[in-house]
């Protein structure tokens, strides 16, 4: 087997590679994409078995296709984790390239798992319409500065057929009428592809029992299900619900030494579209269940407005990464799942009343 440990960059990589036969290693750097492919493509042709170590990072769809494509290992490792594994100060792309062949050499690489590319392709589906939403608020928020200018405060009327016609109607300078028709024809056009997209995730979560699943939780929609199961993917790969918190990146970061216990801001790791949908879902569970409903209160009373928010949103990733793994719905949830922490018990748990 050859095993090649390839430090990649968007225009090039720079490889260490040890044939582990005949024990011989070579170092090369390969220009993308054409000589790279040569390369990768005469290992094939020779009937060579290749096991490929790198860390994570984007831009290299076309490299993880082009060795699925000639049957070749990919191995992808945490770069945090290798960063650890780093002895020598200097760091080069050659030395990067040696660590990584060090590490699959010695059975020491940090390998994490990678989603399929089903899984790739739909993210990109609500990646795609996170952004789409993202460009019709901003559009939104400039048309209701235009009616703001003009002395009309309609908030979500202006939407309303009504509201549209005032805001047509304003006489304004030349440029700044150009500015309000060219703002009216993009949100027209996003409407109906913001409403594609809609009823695609909703054919998705249809073919998605364990989306459905997470839907029977109050204030979570076909949206935010999907997206759960998409980028936690294997729900067994995590221990327990702090782990999944870590993950989407809801908990504090921690700096403390010795006596000194310091917690700062999340720290937004992980998915930020994930992240940003469950803020959202959390603020509408909190309004439909009594006991979330009271606890964001008491939180916000005590820790401000925000971070009420974060609070609830761990806590509903928490509850949906248990109805994941457990393959719970909401009633199957109350009904098994852990009361600790609840109001009127004494010790967090819920006790059989005495006769």
Request: with cysteine.
């Given at each position: 087997m050859i095993i090649i440990g390839a430090d990649y960059h968007p225009g090039?990589?720079?490889?260490?590679?040890?044939?582990?036969?005949?024990?011989?290693?070579?170092?090369?750097?390969?220009?993308?994409?054409?000589?790279?492919?040569?390369?990768?493509?005469?290992?094939a042709a020779q009937g060579q078995k290749v096991r490929v170590g790198m860390e994570a990072s984007g831009h290299a769809r076309w490299f993880e296709r082009l060795l699925a494509e000639l049957n070749f290992e990919l191995w992808i490792g945490?770069?945090?984790?290798?960063?650890t594994k780093r002895v020598r100060k200097a760091k080069t792309d050659r030395e990067d390239a040696r660590l990584l062949l060090r590490l699959l050499l010695e059975d020491r690489f940090p390998r994490i798992w990678v989603p399929s590319w089903e899984n790739r392709d739909l993210r990109q589906l609500l990646w795609h319409r996170h952004r789409m939403v993202q460009a019709r608020t901003r559009i939104m928020n400039q048309l209701q500065a235009v009616a703001l200018n003009e002395g009309l405060r309609a908030k979500k009327k202006l939407w309303r057929e009504c509201g549209r016609q005032q805001l047509e109607s304003f006489p304004l300078a030349p440029w700044?009428?150009?500015?309000?028709?060219?703002?009216?024809?993009?949100?027209?056009?996003l409407n109906p592809t913001i409403a594609e997209l809609n009823q695609a995730v909703n054919q998705?979560?249809?073919?998605?029992?364990?989306?459905?699943?997470?839907?029977?939780?109050?204030?979570?929609?076909?949206?935010?299900?999907?997206a759960f199961i998409l980028i936690i993917g294997e729900a067994e790969r995590f221990g327990c619900g702090k782990q999944i918190a870590s993950y989407v990146g809801l908990v504090p970061l921690e700096k403390s030494s010795g006596n000194r216990r310091r917690l700062g801001h999340i720290t937004k790791q992980g998915n930020?579209?994930?992240?940003?949908?469950?803020?959202?879902?959390?603020?509408?569970t909190a309004r439909s269940i009594p006991e979330?409903?009271?606890?964001?209160?008491?939180?916000?009373?005590?820790?401000?407005?925000?971070?009420?928010?974060?609070?609830m949103a761990?806590?509903?990733?928490?509850?949906?990464?248990?109805?994941?793994?457990?393959?719970?719905?909401?009633?199957?949830?109350?009904?098994?799942?852990?009361?600790a922490g609840q109001p009127g018990t004494g010790d967090g748990v819920y006790k059989t009343p005495r006769n």
């Open positions: 090039f990589q720079q490889i260490a590679f040890v044939d582990t036969d005949t024990g011989e290693f070579q170092e090369r750097q390969l220009q993308h994409r054409e000589e790279a492919e040569k390369f990768y493509r005469e290992l945490d770069a945090a984790e290798i960063q700044a009428n150009r500015r309000r028709q060219d703002l009216l024809a993009l949100l027209d056009r998705e979560v249809e073919r998605c029992p364990a989306a459905q699943r997470l839907m029977t939780h109050p204030g979570v929609g076909p949206l935010t299900a999907l930020s579209m994930l992240r940003f949908l469950l803020v959202e879902a959390a603020q509408v979330w409903r009271s606890r964001y209160f008491h939180l916000r009373m005590r820790r401000g407005r925000k971070i009420a928010k974060v609070a761990r806590r509903l990733a928490v509850r949906l990464y248990w109805m994941m793994r457990k393959q719970w719905d909401y009633e199957q949830l109350k009904k098994f799942g852990s009361h």
